[in-house]
């Protein structure tokens, strides 16, 4: 099998098996591991750096690994052999380790806030709200934008969403907080009002405009308002699954 063949029938199992983030699967490590297969060497430094990179994106140790297994379906026959396990699950228990330790409230491509601080944002609202005697879901609603990330490869997909946070910063400008919910998720925490229609309107047109600008496909760029629930719990789980329902 050839590079290409082998991440494609590595994405598509990982998808069938339950990976729940499709345009988010694809990074350059994932390509290192291949690479490292079909030549022979070593897997485990692949490997380890594959689990690091997942778990700086947010995703969990059960999704890694079950990506792990399902490389290991499409290449080989059998279980995985418990080298490979013990290495994703330590390549992603100490880049989780380092990401709490170290936490930035904003992506440092982006510059859009963490999922985390949106997470805190929200808690600030819905207290605000509750101490005025308000639900949240009649004061705030979550913008999101979503990017078709799978279409695109290498330094496209960063110039995507780097031109997307800055036309999200270039609409959404009066103090609402911006944030990446997932690789190819924007959020945006917003009063609600007459005008949010039309400013997501707004938002998706200027976001296609410079990808078309800029040579990237036309057609990528999803947007819509989310109404926020009445509670924080319920918030959180909203923030969590945005990037699934795209």
């Known amino acids: 099998m050839r590079l290409d063949d082998v991440v494609k029938a590595w994405r598509t199992r990982s998808l069938r098996d339950g990976w729940a983030y499709p345009d988010d699967w694809e990074v350059p490590e994932a390509y290192l591991v291949a690479e490292a297969h079909l ?11 594959l689990a690091g990179v997942r778990a700086r994106a947010g995703f969990g140790l059960r999704e890694v690994l079950g990506d792990m297994i399902a490389l290991h379906s499409v290449v080989l026959v059998g279980e995985p052999p418990p080298d490979w396990t013990r290495t994703t699950a330590i390549g992603w228990s100490d880049a989780a380790a380092l990401e709490l330790a170290s936490t930035r409230v904003d992506d440092g491509v982006t510059g859009l806030a963490t999922a985390a601080y949106l997470r805190t944002r929200l808690f600030e609202v819905y207290e605000q709200c509750a101490a005025a005697g308000v639900y949240a879901s009649t004061r705030y609603c979550l913008i999101v934008v979503s990017v078709a990330l799978g279409t695109l490869t290498g330094l496209d997909r960063t110039a995507a969403m780097v031109l997307t946070a800055d036309s999200l910063g270039m609409v959404f400008a009066h103090g609402e907080t911006r944030a990446l919910a997932t690789p190819s998720t924007a959020a945006v925490l917003s009063p609600c009002g ?16 410079r990808f078309t600008r800029s ?31 795209t």
Do not use: F, H, K
């Open 39 to 49: 030549s022979g060497s070593d897997m485990l430094g692949p490997l380890a750096a």
């Open 194 to 209: 007459p005008m949010v229609s039309a400013r997501v309107r707004v938002a998706g047109a200027l976001i296609t405009d």
């Open 215 to 245: 040579g990237l496909p036309a057609g990528l760029v999803r947007s819509r308002c989310e109404q926020l629930p009445d509670g924080y719990e319920e918030a959180c789980r909203l923030v969590g699954s945005i990037g699934r329902n």
